[in-house]
């Protein structure tokens, strides 16, 4: 909800995604911590909220979560419940 406090969350993005997110940053808090040959990794302070969690899943393969931890356990269990329809 709404009223939680922010949580930080790190995000490794591919370097094509990172382009898009340095111009159209997900949040006002978003700053690029590292960068690599294949990828960017961002740090960001928001409140873990539905709108967040759609805007990562919206990157797909694109994005992975490397914390917090129970966000990444919740965006797996999305996803694993979203291949289930395809069975």
Same mark, same amino acid.
């Given at each position: 909800t709404s009223? =939680?406090?922010?949580?930080k969350?790190l995000?490794?993005?591919?370097l @094509?995604q990172?382009? !898009?997110l340095?111009?159209q940053?997900?949040?006002m808090s978003? +700053? =690029?911590i590292?960068?690599t @040959?294949?990828?960017?990794?961002?740090e960001?302070?928001v409140v873990?909220? !539905? =709108?967040?969690?759609?805007?990562?899943?919206?990157?797909?393969?694109d994005?992975?979560?490397?914390e917090p931890?129970?966000l990444?356990e +919740?965006?797996?269990l999305?996803?694993? @419940?979203s291949?289930?329809r395809y069975?």
């Amino acid at each position: 909800t709404s009223k =939680e406090d922010p949580i930080k969350v790190l995000l490794e993005v591919s370097l @094509n995604q990172s382009e !898009y997110l340095i111009f159209q940053p997900l949040h006002m808090s978003q +700053k =690029e911590i590292s960068r690599t @040959n294949d990828h960017v990794v961002f740090e960001l302070f928001v409140v873990a909220t !539905y =709108e967040l969690e759609s805007l990562i899943l919206g990157m797909g393969e694109d994005v992975k979560v490397v914390e917090p931890k129970s966000l990444v356990e +919740k965006l797996k269990l999305t996803l694993n @419940n979203s291949l289930k329809r395809y069975e």
